[in-house]
């Protein structure tokens, strides 16, 4: 009995043994399957994440293209470079003295707002060490005051008709009656103000219309109400600056070989100087013709003191040149080229002032676009003003105030489409800024 007892105690032993042992396989199977998962996973995990981060650094790469091209954008509209880079073209971006991948860089170039601005499509595709690329589309358009009658500060004008693209940093006030813009851009910084005999736009030509402030009424793409009618709204500021002209500015513009008066000057209508001077400097000069019927510009000439333009009849020029003025310009006669037909890419009298410049045009009334009182671009570290009824101006105006209502009524300031691309070498520096821009990364080609 006793051993029989024992064989069957026995007998469980040996069977319990043999689970035991089974159970700690299998536990050690899973634990292997188990280690095995996880390994591979971390495996994946770590691939995974240097693929992620080769994707970034091609991502950077891409966007340090980008850069480079829009660097050389400003370089090449500030004329420090004498053109843009080949299209297309490649760098290398360098990481801590080691070279970290290459982007190439392609571009297309369009004129935007029916041609005063430029559109720049760039493409970059970037390549890490790795071989990884991605790529990167941007879309930006670039502009300056020289696209825009430009007025820094506030304006309030009266009957006035403004005939292309306009941009404050103020407000626009057009509650008074008679004014109209009817370029195809407005930029207003500060808040707008529209009466019921004003218009911004009309229904056949609608505005692109950027408001930093506020207006009465609820603006969108596509308004057409309350005389305001508009093409594309963006409610956003835009980053304008003032054009410089200083002292600096003035000397390094006599270094450079400009023609230099000392004291105020005189232009008169019967073709003489007051002082009677000869105001030459090699290429630089202003002198009238032979028959004193036309006043010859070329270069740059510099007056260190006021410039004042006849007394009231016409002055014809013909050149292209820049006058500057230390003291305040102040036109009194009509100034237009000799032929208007080559105005403004042959023809351009640029009037440059630290001061005011005035408009003060006798000679009659009623000018059109064919027959204007000045035909010039005019720019000013002050004000610009119009004081006679009735004037007819083409051309641009560019300074901190644009006052052609408060002394005159029914003028017209016409901005000559493209006269910014004809300006003579040594205009005061504009200022670029963006007015859109879209980026976007694409499919790699």
């Not at 041609?115 to 970037?126: A, D, E, F, H, T």
Request: neutral net charge; proline residues 3%; aromatic residues 8%.
């Amino acid at each position: 009995m006793n051993q029989k007892i024992f064989k069957n105690e026995f007998n469980i032993f040996r069977q319990s043994k043999g689970s035991v042992a089974v159970i700690v396989l299998i536990i050690g199977i899973v634990v292997i399957l188990a280690v095995s998962t996880m390994s591979a996973f971390m495996i994946k995990d770590i691939k995974f994440n240097q693929i992620d981060e080769q994707k970034l650094k091609a991502l950077n790469i891409a966007e340090a293209g980008i850069s480079n091209m829009f660097l050389n954008i400003i370089k090449y509209l500030k004329k420090e470079i004498i053109s843009l880079p080949s299209n297309p073209y490649t760098g290398n971006v360098m990481s801590n003295g080691i070279e970290a991948g290459s982007y190439s860089v392609s571009y297309t170039i369009s004129k935007f707002g029916t041609g005063l601005m430029s559109k720049y499509i760039i493409v970059s595709k970037g390549t890490d060490k790795s071989g990884q690329q991605r790529t990167v589309k941007v879309s930006i358009v670039i502009a300056s005051q020289y696209n825009f009658l430009f007025s820094f500060d506030s304006m309030i004008p009266s009957k006035t008709l403004i005939d292309g693209p306009f941009m404050t940093n103020g407000d626009l006030d057009f509650t008074g009656n008679g004014n109209s813009i009817t370029g195809n851009t407005v930029i207003i910084n500060g808040n707008l103000s529209v009466g019921i005999n004003s218009n911004i736009g009309d229904a056949s030509n609608p505005v692109d219309l950027y408001l930093g402030g506020t207006c009465s009424e609820p603006l969108t793409s596509g308004y057409s109400s309350n005389n305001i009618y508009i093409n594309n709204f963006y409610h956003q500021k835009v980053g304008l600056q003032q054009t410089v002209i200083d002292n600096s500015y003035i000397e390094n513009t006599k270094s450079n070989g400009a023609a230099s008066v000392v004291g105020s000057l005189t232009i008169n209508d019967n073709g003489t100087f007051s002082p009677s001077t000869l105001i030459q400097n090699g290429s630089n000069y202003l002198i009238f013709s032979s028959d004193k019927t036309t006043l010859q510009i070329s270069g740059n000439i510099v007056v260190e003191g006021d410039i004042n333009i006849g007394s009231g009849s016409t002055i014809k020029y013909e050149g292209k040149g820049i006058l500057i003025a230390t003291g305040e310009i102040i036109i009194k006669s009509k100034l237009i080229p000799k032929d208007m037909n080559y105005f403004p890419k042959d023809n351009l009298i640029v009037l440059v002032s630290k001061n005011k410049i005035n408009f003060d045009l006798g000679g009659g009334s009623g000018g059109d676009i064919d027959n204007p009182d000045s035909a010039v671009f005019a720019i000013s570290s002050d004000e610009i003003s119009i004081s006679k009824n009735n004037k007819f101006i083409r051309g641009d105006l560019v300074g901190k105030i644009l006052d052609i209502g408060n002394n005159s009524n029914d003028s017209t300031v016409y901005y000559e489409p493209g006269i910014s691309d004809f300006m003579p070498v040594g205009i005061p520096q504009p200022n670029y800024f963006l007015l859109s821009q879209k980026w976007e990364e694409i499919p790699n080609s």
